[in-house]
């Protein structure tokens, strides 16, 4: 029976909503556990929150005629798509530019290096509120794929528009959605 109890909204945890890490930790197979160490929260994201983009693209082939006679998939895609805004955070300048482009801290100076070395894959996990449940969506193997425009301007925030592609794991899995009632 439709309820609209099942209707929810989806907004960040307070104690932070995206994390990065190692492909090679393990990763969470729930919606609540602790995360394992090595997930590092990358800070605050856009009110436009996070979209995932999870499409396949098909083939049909057509008899003489016209009739459609088979449909083919010949691309699944899997992306995640966010905007980081906290611009002084050396930990989201390592997600925008690389770990090995960035260095340093804020209180004694960051250097930023931006060249064309590829990003490496990363294990993401993006936890959100629903209405009577947590959410945790984890991404075992991503790159950043996408960085859109960066804009200085003295009436918005500098935000970092990101684009990560899932790629499929051992399992075959581009990622993992885990929901529970909340206590």
Do not use: C
């Amino acid at each position: 029976m439709a309820t609209s109890a099942n209707v929810t909204a989806g907004k960040p945890k307070t104690t932070g909503a995206i994390f990065v890490g190692a492909t090679s930790l393990t990763m969470p197979t729930n919606a609540t556990t602790a995360l394992p160490a090595g997930f590092t929260e990358v800070g605050y994201a856009s009110e436009d929150g996070l979209t995932n983009a999870n499409s396949r693209s098909v083939e049909s082939i057509k008899a003489w005629g016209g009739d459609t006679v088979l449909t083919t998939q010949t691309e699944k895609t899997d992306t995640f798509t966010f905007t980081l805004l906290e611009a002084e955070n050396v930990d989201v300048l390592k997600v925008v530019h690389g770990d090995d482009n960035v260095s340093g801290t804020l209180a004694d100076g960051i250097s930023v290096e931006v060249n064309a070395k590829e990003l490496p894959y990363k294990a993401w996990v993006f936890e959100m509120i629903l209405n009577g449940a947590v959410k945790r969506v984890v991404v075992p193997y991503a790159k950043v794929t996408e960085i859109g425009d960066v804009s200085y301007v003295d009436n918005g925030a500098v935000a970092y528009p990101i684009t990560i592609s899932a790629e499929p794991d051992a399992s075959g899995n581009t990622h993992y959605e885990y929901i529970k009632a909340s206590a």
